[in-house]
Structures are given as structure tokens and as C-alpha cells.
């Protein structure tokens, strides 16, 4: 019914004295948030709908993805502060509680939540003892509504960087 795209974050900055929401991407992050966002488009996954976190390395991960899939049209776009300090389960309400009329959506966020949701979605699958890295894409197929979704099978991953 639906595909639901997860997106963690692109490689981050840790400058002294800036508070963990306000943290930048690296030069390499803002690559591959392209790189992602190339991907995204080249594999017809486009959002209709993007949640995600309002924490500085999101928002600019998701500008860098935005202007690769613009051609292919404006999501919605929804900054979620449960996606920067929520757990899996959070995560999961707020999927289920988009709309039916969305075919794809882009969530954007963390570690470790993004991961467990995906685990959650999707228990069966060989996942990175790590987690999601950064830049790292996992694409979920759902065969329910959005609001009873519990499960969707992994059809894709894919770390994204950029060409050196």
C-alpha cells in the first residue's frame, strides 16, 4: 500500500559548545545527502510526505535531498520533534498516523531510534549490528494502511556517498 523510506542523517559535525539539535553537517555530509537524494530519484522513490527530525543535521541532510528529487515535485514536509528524542514505538505512531492518500514517505532521523524502527518493521532481516550509518538508506514495503501498520519487509538499502 505504501513504501516507507528511511533516511538517518548525513555525516555530522561535533564543534565545541554547540548543543547536540544545533549541530552541522560535515562537507562530506552535504555530499552524500545529495548522493542520497540522487539515489532516491534514480530508484523512483520520490516522497509525497517528509517527516522529519528538526535537528539542524536533518533539516540540512533533507535541503541537500530535496533539490536532487525537485524536479519531481514538493512533499509535505513535517518537523517532528518525537523523531529527534522519541524511541522506535514513537516513531511508529507517527507513521501510523499519516494519511492513506501518501504513497511514500521520507522519514529522516537518528540512531539508534531509526534503526529499531526499522528492526521493528522488519524483524527477519540480517541488520547492521551498528544500526543504519550514516547517510544509510533502508526502504520498507508496506502491505497495510499506514494506521495499522506493524510490519514491512525490507526491499532496499543503501548507504549513500558521494563519488570521490
Known amino acids: 500500500m505504501g513504501t ?4 538517518r542523517h548525513a555525516k555530522a559535525d561535533r564543534p565545541n559548545g554547540v548543543a547536540d539539535i544545533d549541530r ?3 562537507e562530506r ?3 552524500d545527502s545529495a548522493a542520497a537524494g540522487a539515489w532516491l530519484l534514480k530508484n523512483g522513490y520520490v516522497p509525497g510526505l517528509v517527516l522529519c527530525s528538526p535537528a539542524k543535521r536533518t533539516r540540512q541532510t533533507w535541503h541537500s535531498v530535496a533539490v536532487a528529487v525537485a524536479s519531481s515535485g514538493a512533499p509535505h514536509v513535517r518537523y ?4 529527534y528524542d522519541g524511541n522506535a514505538e514513537e516513531l511508529l505512531k507517527l507513521v501510523q498516523s499519516i494519511t492513506e492518500d501518501v504513497e511514500t514517505v521520507v522519514l529522516i532521523g537518528h540512531n539508534p531510534s531509526i534503526s529499531y524502527l526499522s528492526e521493528l518493521l522488519d524483524a527477519e532481516s540480517e541488520a547492521d549490528s551498528d544500526g543504519l550509518r550514516t547517510g544509510g538508506i533502508v526502504v520498507h514495503q ?20 558521494a563519488a570521490a
Not at 517532528?80 to 523523531?83: K, L, P, S, W, Y
Not at 508496506?142 to 506493524?150: H, V
Request: charged share 15%.
Open 4 to 7: 516507507l523510506v528511511l533516511l
Open 24 to 26: 552541522p553537517l560535515t
Open 29 to 31: 555530509g552535504h555530499a
Open 80 to 83: 517532528e520533534r518525537a523523531i
Open 142 to 161: 508496506a502491505d497495510s494502511p499506514w494506521s495499522s501498520l506493524t510490519q514491512a519487509p525490507r526491499v532496499a538499502t543503501h548507504t549513500a556517498r
